[in-house]
């Protein structure tokens, strides 16, 4: 089964129903949740979701979505080593090189992001919603 990470912003998407990325970024929570593919994302995600999703919904809402995404995804846990790494990186962006290495270590197929040009970088397949949508239809 492939085994798919979701960048911070695929969840807020869902959570928050950003338009008019919810639509795709829904779609392939569905694919998750309907056991098509396993999801994965890392526990900086989940903070740093939760931090963005309480400012404008509040705690207890902010906890109940985790606690979804939590059932629905597995978490990942970010290393010193995934730090150190992204700390010497060639990435742009430091929270993305955290995520890469860390998706790369737990050998993810790919990496679903609204942000592909800050992944130029991936040492695996990056795509958008959107994009990876279209690749499994064919």
């Not at 056991?35 to 890392?42: A, H, L, S, V």
């Not at 790919?110 to 958008?128: L, M, Q």
């Amino acid at each position: 089964m492939k085994r798919i990470f979701l960048d911070t912003n695929i969840l807020l998407d869902v959570s928050m129903k950003r338009q008019p990325h919810y639509p795709m970024s829904a779609s392939i929570m569905l694919l998750i949740d309907n056991g098509q593919f396993e999801g994965f994302t890392t526990s900086l995600s989940m903070a740093i979701h939760y931090y963005i999703h309480k400012k404008d919904y509040g705690h207890d809402l902010g906890i109940e979505v985790l606690k979804e995404f939590g059932q629905m995804l597995s978490i990942l846990s970010v290393t010193d080593t995934h730090i150190e790494k992204a700390l010497y990186s060639d990435f742009k962006d430091f929270e993305d090189a955290i995520q890469h290495f860390c998706a790369l270590e737990n050998g993810m197929d790919c990496i679903i992001t609204r942000n592909v040009k800050d992944y130029e970088k991936s040492e695996i397949p990056v795509y958008t919603p959107a994009e990876y949508l279209r690749m499994i239809d064919k």
